[in-house]
């Protein structure tokens, strides 16, 4: 017994050492599988099966060579926070990061104090190499990141509500006092868009290349920006906002309203895709995870909320205010109320729980925070200016030149420019399951119910018309004959349409059936038709 | 406390002198490519527009006969020679590249009727119906000079005068010996005047010829009385025969897989067959509107291009039932005649109209040397137009040729009455006894019986 167990133990550690090499694999292949494959069980046609098979192995063969090649073509590692002993990643101190890291990170960190033209609003590009500021008073600037040289700075003395870059950093478009307005990178202005209105709160799907803006009188605007068609127009008639967010996954317009609702828009429907009830009172701030499946709800009613948007249920609840919210491309949630910044961190089955906290400087009201993609940076807009600092493991380490490419270079900038209008998505593409597009519509349900259905309707109906009270008429027409008799008369009626579907079914069948069997074909036509 | 945050140095992402190439990174993260399948969908739809709108097939003609060409032959040695002979006796050698007549065979006083080059390249033979077998040394490849003297190709390196017109001829693939056809099959040598072998199966005339390409001795011929005969040259008969409902007019083995070929049939349609299964055929590619003249294979045997009566050229795909390409132009007449080119990217036709048309294989081909990045684009357009053919809007697309009217027409009437034919067998069979009419598929249908 001994010995075998020996023998079994000793044979053990090697064959999981054998297993675990492909199932590191095939847990890194599983990322680029995008779902899981076709059920060919059920197909009777046996080309086509032979055809998919093959498909479905080509499809899984590419996505191992991805994730063999990770090693190769993704060199930088991500970012990471690790306490020791007793630390707490909560405890540590923005000082104490910068202690640490090296000098082109820690020049990443810093306070730009502007304290006449704020409170300040800022974005960055999809490829956080350049940052758009717009001071409420009407103080917009661009900056490069990467140089941390202003390249363009100007006021248009007039309120400014929001600002959003377009399809690159060439242009941009902010919300003004009475119209949303485009300027280019020289600060020269291109557009005035007088049909949006006043607008509270701009978004761009780059994809599409259309503008959205909500007005002070809730109307959502979908604007094409390569043609200038106004795409669509909707009145949401849930009152005014500002809480507009993108679903990057899907490019669907979130929208959070005073009665702590939360909608969903498409340019192709009037009316919102999804109606959901968030919150006890108004809604702060909305944030998308980029996966799509994930969505984070800030209301009134002191209350942050997570959703899975699968579902469309409530994943957990914690208690907070939060005046923004913002993803990061590794799924880090940023929190900003008041003077606070709070980072939260998915410790696994999506429960979130604190990773970072800071302080802004007491009486800095932060209205925006805004992760910058392929860093690990937390921008944060607020009433003295703009600061940004570091949170390690926030950013994707590895970009991928023809997405989005920090290093640009101006022709590279223009070829992808054209690429991307030539692959420009049309509205209707917008959906909320994005991957429907090119499959085949399921198969209708059948229209016809079943006897059983049928006559459980049929019940249903009888029992409703038996349990109708009647008024109390006058003496005479009051009799308890008469009142049964009404009674009956309801019954039928509520009977009737049923039994006359099944009429009409039945004399057809069995006509069919009696010809069919006693007369030959050619007989047929000279069997008496009987009138129907 | 252990903390690392993202680092990048502008050095390590970025060239370093001008003459370098831009550094260029991966990420195949299926997250950070949002919208892949509307993407994609909207890359095939435009690929799509784009191979519609690049589509230019025809190349240009070529002008010179003055009666219409009546066969046309590869010169396997050459890839920009092609041979045509005319309903006048007149034969030429082209230069595709140029356009242009290289040498003229002069000789034939009736039409000639067919036209074969000897696998080497070196000979050409011709044959028509005024009864004789002409031989010819084939030139080197130049433009017609009219001070050089050209006596040593204008004449016929032999001459062989026989009994009967010749209506087709066809060169072995691998040897010395060359078939001819007209009232009976002939087999000749290069050196003998007189044929050395000589088959008959009954009493009608035979109109084409055809070597295969994998057996040596193995050949096909159609003739009028609607057969199409195999035969085998180390036997002393004919080894099979079919005969179908109508003639067929020309037959074609497909080089690849030499135990099929195709049989372009007066009725419309041309039918692959099996040699081994005669009983039935292999597939129907239907489309013409009216009989099939002449048909090749591509080299690559994975299609081959008809010419026919209805003034149209049809490329199909050897395994489709239904065309992948329609050629047509206004001043082109019937077509009595097409070859693929020998690298399979060119079709010629020629027809009634006296001349030579050359046609792209793939209408929106782009010509000349593409770039490796170029091609590799047109893979990737190819990939997802393949994957996205089944949606409505991108298949109504590729799908959509315009027709002449009159071809229009045409297909819709024989449409109406194939419908009302298929009605009436339907009819027929519920009308009859039980059993006593069996429903024949269309590959056999027009097939009226086998013989050995």
Redesign the interface.
């Known amino acids: 017994m001994t010995m075998n167990e020996e023998i079994m133990n000793s044979e053990k550690p090697v064959a999981e050492n054998e297993q675990d090499i492909p199932d590191e694999l095939d847990l890194k292949a599983r ?2 599988l ?1 779902g899981s494959g076709a059920n060919l069980e059920t197909l009777r046609d046996k080309k086509l099966k032979g055809q998919l098979a093959l498909r479905e192995k080509l499809h899984g063969q590419s996505a191992k060579a ?1 994730a063999k ?2 090693k190769w ?2 060199p ?9 002993g007793l ?1 707490k990643t909560w405890m ?1 101190k923005q000082e ?2 910068l202690h ?3 000098i ?2 820690s020049r990443k960190a810093f306070d730009m104090i502007l304290p006449d033209l704020g409170p300040y609003n800022m974005e960055y590009t999809s490829s956080g190499r350049y940052m758009l500021v717009g001071g409420r008073k009407g103080h917009l600037a661009m900056i490069d990141m ?1 140089s941390m040289e202003l390249i363009k700075e100007f006021q248009v003395r007039e309120t400014v509500r929001d600002v959003v870059f377009l399809q690159n950093e060439q242009f941009f478009a902010a919300a003004q006092k009475k119209y949303p307005y485009i300027y280019n990178r020289h600060g020269t202005e291109i557009h005035c868009l007088k049909e949006h209105g006043a607008a509270l709160k701009l978004q761009f799907l780059d ?1 599409h290349f259309l503008l959205v803006s909500v007005n002070k009188f809730a109307q959502l605007h979908y604007q094409d920006v390569s043609t200038g068609v106004m795409v669509a127009n909707y009145r949401t008639g849930l009152g005014r906002t500002d809480v507009m967010r993108v679903n ?4 669907v317009i979130g929208l959070g309203h005073s009665g702590g609702k939360v909608t969903m828009w498409k340019p192709t429907s009037v009316k919102p895709l999804v109606t959901m009830l968030c919150h006890h009172g108004p809604v702060t701030a909305i944030a998308f995870h ?2 799509g499946q994930l969505m984070a709800t800030a209301g009134m009613d002191r209350k942050i909320k997570l959703w899975d948007l699968r579902k469309f249920g409530v994943l957990h609840t914690y208690h907070g205010h939060a005046r923004t919210l913002d993803f990061s491309q590794k799924g880090l949630l940023a929190i900003g109320n008041g003077s606070q910044i709070q980072v939260w961190k998915d410790s696994g089955n999506q429960e979130y729980e604190s990773y970072m906290t800071h302080a802004m400087v007491k009486g800095y009201q932060i209205g925006k925070l805004s992760f910058r993609p ?3 940076v937390l921008g944060i807009g607020h009433s003295m200016g703009i600061s940004s600092i ?1 949170i ?1 493991g926030s ?13 640009e ?1 101006t022709k ?1 900038r223009r070829e992808k420019e054209v690429h991307a209008l ?5 509205p209707e ?1 917008i959906m909320l399951e ?2 429907r ?2 499959t085949v519509r399921p198969p209708r349900k059948k229209e016809k119910p079943t006897k059983k259905e049928m006559e459980e309707e049929m019940e249903a109906a009888v029992e409703a018309a038996k349990s109708i009270s009647f008024k109390k008429k006058t003496k005479g027409r009051n009799k308890p004959s008469k009142r049964t008799k009404k009674k009956e008369e309801e019954v039928f009626k509520a009977k009737r349409p049923f039994l006359e579907q099944q009429t009409e079914e039945k004399p057809y069948k069995k006509q069919r059936t009696a010809e069919e069997v006693e007369l030959p ?2 007989l047929q036509r000279f069997s008496r038709k009987k009138a129907s | 406390m252990k903390v690392k945050v993202i680092s990048r140095s502008t050095e390590e992402f970025t060239r370093e002198r001008s003459q370098d190439l831009q550094k260029v990174f991966h990420n195949y993260d299926p997250n950070l490519r949002t919208h892949e399948k509307a993407v994609e969908y909207t890359r095939a739809l435009n690929a799509a527009k784009l191979e519609k709108i690049f589509a230019r097939p025809f190349v240009g003609a070529m002008d010179g006969h003055i009666d219409a060409i009546s066969c046309m032959a590869k010169n396997p040695n050459n890839l920009k020679g092609i041979f045509s002979g005319s309903m006048d006796g007149d034969i030429r050698l082209w230069d595709i590249a140029t356009r242009k007549t290289v040498r003229q065979f002069p000789g034939h006083e009736g039409a000639v009727r067919g036209l074969t080059s000897s696998t080497d390249g070196d000979m050409l033979i011709s044959c028509g119906t005024d009864c004789t077998v002409r031989l010819w040394k084939v030139p080197i490849l130049k433009i017609m000079d009219p001070n050089e003297s050209n006596e040593d190709y204008s004449k016929p390196l032999a001459v062989y005068v026989w009994k009967h017109a010749f209506w087709s001829v066809d060169h072995q693939w691998d040897g010395t010996l060359f078939a001819t056809a007209g009232a009976q099959v002939d087999i000749w040598d290069h050196n003998r005047s007189e044929p050395i072998n000589t088959f008959e199966w009954g009493k009608d005339t035979v109109i084409s010829v055809r070597f295969n390409p994998g057996e040596p001795d193995v050949l096909a011929t159609s003739a009028s009385d609607r057969s199409i005969t195999l035969y085998d040259l180390r036997m002393s008969s004919p080894a099979r025969k079919i005969i179908m409902r109508t003639k067929t007019n020309k037959i074609c083995w497909n080089p690849m897989e030499p135990m099929n070929f195709t049989a372009a049939n007066e009725d419309c349609s041309c039918y692959s067959y099996d040699m081994r299964k005669l009983d039935e055929a292999k597939v129907v590619h239907k489309d013409h509107v009216s009989a099939v003249m002449d048909i090749d294979y591509s080299p690559t045997g994975r299609e081959f291009v008809t010419g026919s009566y209805d003034r149209t050229v049809r490329i199909f795909p050897y395994n489709g039932d239904h065309s992948r390409e329609i050629y047509h132009t206004k001043r082109m007449q019937r077509v009595f005649c097409v070859r693929y080119s020998c690298d399979g990217s060119y079709v010629i036709s020629g027809s009634d109209d006296t001349n030579l048309r050359l046609w792209k294989a793939k209408a929106s081909e782009q010509m000349g040397v593409l770039l490796p990045r170029e091609r590799k684009k047109h893979e990737y357009l190819d990939a997802v137009k393949e994957r996205y053919k089944h949606l409505p809007e991108v298949k109504r697309i590729v799908r959509h040729r315009h027709l002449p009217k009159p071809i229009y027409k045409a297909a819709a009437l024989r449409r109406t009455m194939i419908e009302a034919e298929n009605k009436k067998d339907k009819r027929r069979r519920a009308h009859s006894a039980p059993g006593s009419v069996s429903a024949q598929p269309f590959r056999k249908r027009r097939i009226l019986k086998e013989e050995e």
């Open positions: 990322k680029y995008r991805a090649a990770e073509l993704m930088s590692e991500e970012g990471y926070l690790e306490p020791e630390e540590i104490s990061i640490e890291v090296d082109i990170s990467l994809k990057p996954h899907n490019a980029r996966g392929y860093e690990d570091l390690p950013g994707e380490p590895n970009f991928d030149t023809f997405v989005a490419n920090p290093y270079t590279q030539l692959d420009k998505l049309q593409t994005p991957s597009i090119g074909k050619a």
